[in-house]
């Protein structure tokens, strides 16, 4: 038994050799769990599961992927926290999960449980609703709420939902905030009427290109890729913004040689736009974006503290 | 282009994709090869107890986008695959219903109530030949739907159904199903709520995972596998187990049932089945259309009514439905197939689905790309070609070549898997069993996850055991979730209207129906009781 | 089987006491938000209606059949054939549920002890022959368990069939996909 054993270690070290171009000799000692705060099949757990198929490829890593979804990736978060940390372990979840909602859920998880290891694509987060609603920017949206008409603004997240509900405040207007159950839903809603405008994180790029919808405004702190002209929630008066990112995490306590190795692995093939993770990165979100080492550590840090001032203000 | 350009389009999508091989110089298209191959797959998953179309469907995804990949040339082989899956699982799940009482998928549940006492009977070929005709049938009478209306009705009724009109109908279907399903109302309405409270446990919009006793094992919920496989399949085992531990122990042996009698279905026997089957046919294709409302709800009703109508017609000494007549099981697949036609009419249209397998045709779309399922399919452009709209015919072929499969090779392709009857139940039951519980065990990879199907198996059992019908809980346990999302979103949007389910006229009629229908059955079963 | 049986009001008192236990004690206890919320200035559906709404689906079950549909004719009971064997069942899964568990690891202990290298099992759990010793040894226990069960005695035909069962099940599930786990491995 051992010596298929020792076969399969060599077989590893020869496949690792052979991508001898990056610099970290880590190699993880077993299969790599990684979990996936998503529903099996959408968007964000095809883009996890192609990653994972790029490295088994490219590094001859072995990666288990596992859904852990629900409560916006805290349910992910609370079963990481006292999984192994030899980088067998990793998750890939949203900045917000780190940020809002660990500070939402009060569960005694802090972003400090956990390690940074690369964001592989930010959101596009656009205002959108249908183009045959006639409005063109969300100063019509404004005109119509202000002239009577109720709005039903779509939200997937309690984030979103404080940002729908100062949006509303900062312009002078009650929008009815509806909650549903991830960006589709979202769509879904605004598609079948129900809805009347709502947040999308880059899911809208291909019916706003097809002219179906329309980016009323900017959800991030810059402008959209698509829409450069819609105007952000700064310009709109509100201090806060969605800006957010895909990334994968780790429990706190993962060797830096183990890090380095799976940041640099996962920002290779995702920066690489003629992999099939990098091909639906760049098609739905206009490219990569890694953030990794310190920087990252800093952004989940600052998610998580700023969280309890967007809180306060929509408290009010 | 006009509408039969598109159509053409559609047809030369299926037929002239990427070649696989030539057959006598004529070229075979990938396409047909996946929706053969996921046909006969589909079958044999159906007819497997324990797995089902959608869990087939699950596994199959990843590893079709692998192979095709993320093209608009995908579209067709991979859905045409699935589509596939869900018509071969269709037929296919009468069999381990009809043979041996264990329902592969929860709308097969009410073919065992008269396929199973067929098979015991010695009739088990012909109530799988009565089903297979039935299904393909309603099948097909859907799918024609599906075709003519897709681009008008699904508009259409969705224009009428706003979120407290959504919320009302969901209201509406669970207690029907409490009230008519259950034997007893009392019996039903306990079934759904237990039903609801198990999809309620671990879930919500608070971030505390409500009902978890703080545990982390529930604070996930219930997956839905376990719940409805626990209850349904691993219950029936149990009881199905016992029914032989108490046949031994009486007689000292495990009878085994030998065919008997005419396996054939005549034409006569067609004749008197068409009209259970007709009717049937349009309950579930008119369910189908209505997003959100699956097969289940078709199969029981379609059932239900086949039992009024033959209770009114038949003679005095005919046997009564759930003791084997061809009849029952007709009624029940003409209703449950014709579903997965007109399901796709939201789907297409709307890209809202009503079932399990509709969901993984739209996150096939999704996660190809090149197909948004909504509102832009349907736009007949008249200069430029809308590459989605040839998709959608192409997919309509794609049904009907799979019908094509069902009519022809489908039937003999199912009394085939009619074999395993020739295993003894008492072998088969355990390998059941454990076959269930891998099937969980791979989807949700924790150890949690086989005890809760076990002890939702011991639920089940015990349901039984008292008579209560275990498809309430199922039903509710499905719906529950869609109920208390629609709720809380009709209410926000209607800006916290505390009476959004009674200020519009459609709502209001759907409120009313559902306390009536309970207190009208509970009121007739009171009567019956006192009679007799 | 009587007219006369009870079984009914039994059932009906048992879920009356279940929906009461839930609406007054584990739904306030349990949930952190009520029937409904102000939150942002709008009232929304707190986390405690749609249980209390399953609770009322048990009471009024509960209340008819007490009421009711008490001296309904034909109500089954339990009886303790039914709780001795479905308890017989729970035995025999319990006991081959714990060996496809723990088996595995345990093998890898025995072997590093002799061997003296330092495995774990959670390493190991997608090698072959690893992987397969848990479900393996529990599959084998849980089919020829329920099959003894029914037949009175344990036979070498038994064993033989649940080995072949269990080949086939690892042939279907875990040969021809990449990504799946069989039980135990995914949560060692």
Redesign the interface.
């Known amino acids: 038994m051992n010596r298929i054993l020792k076969a399969g270690v060599a077989a590893l070290g020869l496949a690792i050799i052979s991508t001898g171009a990056l610099a970290a000799d880590w190699a993880p000692p077993g299969p790599i769990k990684m979990m996936i705060a998503f529903r099996a099949g959408g968007g964000a757990d095809t883009q996890a599961r192609l990653i994972a198929e790029a490295l088994e490829a490219q590094m001859g890593w072995k990666f288990i992927p596992e859904q852990v979804t629900g409560k916006g990736g805290v349910n992910l978060l609370a079963t990481m926290k006292d999984q192994p940390n030899d980088g067998t372990v990793i998750g890939i979840v949203v900045t917000e999960s780190v940020g809002y909602n660990l500070a939402a859920a009060n569960a005694g998880i802090t972003p400090a449980d956990f390690i940074g290891i690369s964001t592989t694509a930010g959101f596009q987060m656009g205002i959108v609703s249908l183009s045959s609603k006639g409005w063109t920017t969300f100063a019509d949206v404004v005109a119509a709420a202000k002239g009577g008409q109720e709005i039903r603004f779509g939200v997937m997240s309690p984030k979103l939902a404080d940002l729908a509900y100062l949006l509303g405040k900062a312009q002078g207007v009650d929008f009815n905030i509806v909650s549903v159950k991830g960006g589709k839903a979202v769509m879904n809603g605004v598609n079948a009427g129900d809805l009347d405008i709502g947040f999308m994180a880059g899911i809208q790029a291909k019916g706003v290109a097809a002219g179906d919808l329309v980016n009323l405004a900017s959800g991030l702190s810059t402008p959209l890729n698509q829409t450069p002209d819609a105007p952000t929630l700064a310009d709109l008066g509100v201090s806060f913004n969605s800006d957010g990112y895909f990334v994968f995490v780790g429990p706190a306590g993962i060797p830096a040689d183990a890090r380095d190795a799976l940041a640099q692995a996962i920002a290779g093939v995702v920066s690489d736009e003629t992999t099939k993770a990098g091909g639906i990165i760049k098609k739905a979100f206009g490219g990569s974006a890694t953030i990794t080492g310190d920087a990252l550590t800093t952004l989940m840090a600052n998610d998580y503290s700023d969280a309890g001032a967007l809180m306060d203000a929509a408290g009010e | 282009m006009g509408v039969l350009d598109y159509i053409w389009l559609g047809i030369l999508s299926v037929f002239q994709g990427p070649e696989l091989f030539s057959l006598f110089g004529l070229p075979v298209s990938v396409t047909l090869v996946m929706i053969l191959c996921g046909f006969l797959l589909g079958i044999a998953v159906g007819a497997t107890p324990g797995l089902a179309g959608p869990i087939a469907m699950a596994i199959a995804l990843p590893i079709l986008i692998s192979v095709f990949g993320y093209h608009q040339d995908a579209l067709l082989p991979v859905m045409g695959f699935l589509i596939g899956i869900m018509k071969g699982a269709t037929i296919g799940g009468a069999v381990p219903a009809i043979l041996f009482n264990t329902p592969g998928t929860p709308d097969a549940y009410m073919t065992t109530l008269d396929g199973y006492p067929m098979t015991q009977k010695g009739q088990a070929k012909k109530a799988l030949r009565v089903a297979h005709f039935s299904s393909a049938s309603g099948d097909t009478f859907s799918d024609i739907v599906l075709i003519v209306c897709a681009p008008f009705l699904a508009l259409l009724v969705e224009a009428y159904l706003d979120l407290p009109e959504k919320t009302a109908l969901l209201i509406l279907s669970l207690s029907f199903i409490s009230a008519v399903i259950g034997g007893s109302p009392a019996k039903g309405l306990i079934s759904a709520g237990l039903g609801l409270l198990a999809v309620y446990i671990g879930t919500g919009e608070d971030f505390y995972p409500r009902l978890s006793l703080g545990t982390s094992q529930l604070s996930q919920g219930f997956p839905i596998a376990t719940a409805v496989l626990g209850v349904l399949i691993i219950g029936s085992v149990f009881k199905g187990l016992e029914e032989l531990w108490h046949e031994k122990r009486q007689s000292g042996q495990i009878s085994v049932i030998k065919d008997k009698g005419d396996q054939r279905l005549r034409f006569a026997e067609i004749r008197r089945l068409f009209p259970f089957i007709a009717r049937s046919a349009v309950i579930g294709t008119a369910i189908g259309a209505l997003p959100g409302i699956g097969s289940t709800l078709a199969a029981t009703l379609g059932y239900t009514v086949g039992k009024g109508r033959y209770q009114r017609l038949k003679a005095e000494d005919d046997p009564e439905f759930g003791t084997g007549v061809p009849e029952g099981i007709a009624a029940t697949e003409a209703a449950n197939s014709s579903v997965s036609g007109a399901n796709l009419i939201p789907v297409l249209s709307l890209g809202i689905p009503g079932n399990a397998a509709a969901v993984f045709l739209i996150l096939a779309a999704e996660s190809i790309g090149g197909f948004n399922p909504g509102p832009s399919v349907f736009r007949f452009t008249a200069d430029t070609v809308n590459p989605e709209l040839v998709v959608a015919f192409g997919l309509f072929t794609a049904m009907f070549i799979a019908n094509g499969l069902n009519w022809t090779i489908g039937g003999v392709f199912m009394r085939s898997m009619g074999v395993m009857i020739r295993i003894p139940k008492h072998i088969l039951l355990p390998i059941v069993l454990l076959l269930t519980l891998t099937a969980i065990y791979v989807q949700e990879t924790r150890m949690a996850a086989i005890w809760f199907a076990l002890a939702f198996g011991v639920l089940g059992y015990f349901m039984r055991a008292l008579a209560i019908s275990p498809l309430p809980f199922v039903i509710a346990f499905i719906l529950g979730g869609k109920l208390e999302e629609s709720a809380r979103q009709a209410f926000a949007a209607t800006g916290g209207d505390a009476f959004f389910l009674f200020t519009s006229p459609v709502a209001l009629v759907f409120m009313l129906m559902s306390v009536g229908v309970v207190v009208f059955t509970a009121i007739r079963s009171k009567g019956s009781e006192q009679s007799s | 089987m009587s007219s006369r049986s009870k079984?009914?009001l039994y059932?009906?008192f048992c879920?009356l006491g279940f929906?009461l236990l839930?609406l007054f004690v584990?739904?306030p206890l349990?949930?952190?938000?009520g029937w409904i919320e102000k939150?942002?200035?709008?009232?929304?559906?707190?986390?405690?209606?749609?249980?209390s709404?399953?609770?009322?689906?048990?009471l009024?079950?509960?209340a008819?059949?007490t009421l009711?549909?008490r001296?309904?004719?034909?109500?089954?009971?339990?009886t303790g054939?039914?709780m001795r064997?479905?308890g017989s069942?729970?035995l025999i899964?319990f006991f081959s549920?714990t060996i496809m568990?723990y088996c595995g690891p345990l093998a890898v202990a025995i072997?590093s002890a002799f061997?003296g290298?330092e495995?774990?099992y959670?390493?190991?759990?997608?090698?072959?022959?690893?992987k397969y010793i848990g479900y393996i040894c529990g599959?084998i226990v849980?089919?020829a368990?329920?099959?003894a069960?029914?037949?009175?005695r344990m036979t070498g035909r038994?064993v033989l069939?649940?080995a072949l069962?269990?080949l086939v099940?690892i042939a279907i599930?875990d040969l021809p996909?990449d990504?799946?786990?069989?039980?135990?491995?995914?949560?060692v």
Request: hydrophobic letters at 50%; one cysteine or more; glycine letters at 10%.
């Open positions: 079984s009914n059932l009906g879920c929906s839930l584990w739904i349990d949930t952190e938000t939150v942002r200035r709008q009232i929304t559906i707190g986390d405690s209606l749609a249980p709404v399953a609770a009322l689906f048990l009024v079950g509960g008819i059949l009711i549909e001296k309904a004719p034909g109500q089954p009971k339990l054939a039914n064997f479905i069942v729970l899964l549920l568990r072997t061997t290298d495995l774990e959670r390493l190991l759990r997608d090698t072959a022959p690893w599959g849980l089919i368990g329920l099959i069960l029914i037949e009175g038994a069939i649940s069962a269990v099940l599930y996909f990504d799946l786990l069989l039980p135990p491995n995914g949560d």
